[in-house]
T-cell receptor, first 111, second 113 residues
Framework: GQNIDQPTEMTATEGAIVQINCTYQTSGFNGLFWYQQHAGEAPTFLSYNVLDGLEEKGRFSSFLSRSKGYSYLLLKELQMKDSASYLCAVRASLNDYKLSFGAGTTVTVRA | NAGVTQTPKFRILKIGQSMTLQCAQDMNHNYMYWYRQDPGMGLKLIYYSVGAGITDKGEVPNGYNVSRSTTEDFPLRLELAAPSQTSVYFC????????????FGPGTRLTVT
């Protein structure tokens, strides 16, 4: 099976930076995804990494190290609307388009 | 372009009843998925489909059935509902095998009592 771990909860102050870590042990690897899910809503796509390194998209960045089975999502200049659950998901192989999801990290942004 | 739509939004079932959760997408995506999400848990794949007429089991298929007669529609059938099936159900679709983004519907919140 696939094992994807991320912290359950994190709290940060408005304007600050938060880093959400994700470690994975999977049968193979062909990409890591981050989704944002506000309470009571559907997940929405944030980022995708398939090669090592940092991908930056506005206030959000995502990093991948395939050798360490590790990724993080960095949220900068936190806003109240960033309070949500952040899901890490792994695609195990090129021929396997299914995603395996972690349990999600709930981020609470406080004023 | 409505994306992925799901009906109903909410439903309460009695134990032993059956129902069908509807899912449709208008993006001409070949790949479609059904997930369930329990409180504090990630998404668990129930069934998926790579195109009309082709379906396969995911991680947690027991108690569910699916069909895919058209590209657009991917209904999920619950037979003999049990309290363990109380969950939020999400349908999703993606474009091609190499696509990295899954588009999710708004979800159906199901309670079995």
């Amino acid at each position: 099976g696939q094992n994807i771990d991320q912290p359950t909860e994190m709290t940060a102050t408005e304007g600050a930076i938060v880093q959400i870590n994700c470690t994975y042990q999977t049968s193979g690897f062909n990409g890591l995804f981050w989704y944002q899910q506000h309470a009571g809503e559907a997940p929405t796509f944030l980022s995708y990494n398939v090669l090592d390194g940092l991908e930056e998209k506005g206030r959000f960045s995502s990093f991948l190290s395939r050798s360490k089975g590790y990724s993080y999502l960095l949220l900068k200049e936190l806003q109240m609307k960033d309070s949500a659950s952040y899901l890490c998901a792994v695609r195990a192989s090129l021929n396997d388009y299914k995603l395996s999801f972690g349990a999600g990290t709930t981020v609470t942004v406080r004023a | 372009n409505a994306g992925v739509t799901q009906t109903p939004k909410f439903r309460i079932l009695k134990i032993g009843q059956s129902m069908t959760l509807q899912c449709a997408q208008d993006m001409n995506h070949n790949y479609m998925y059904w997930y369930r999400q329990d409180p504090g848990m990630g998404l668990k794949l129930i069934y998926y489909s790579v195109g009309a007429g082709i379906t396969d089991k995911g991680e947690v298929p027991n108690g569910y059935n699916v069909s895919r007669s058209t590209t657009e529609d991917f209904p999920l059938r619950l037979e003999l509902a049990a309290p363990s099936q109380t969950s939020v159900y999400f349908c999703a679709s993606s474009e091609e095998r190499s696509s990295y983004e899954q588009y999710f519907g708004p979800g159906t919140r199901l309670t079995v009592t």
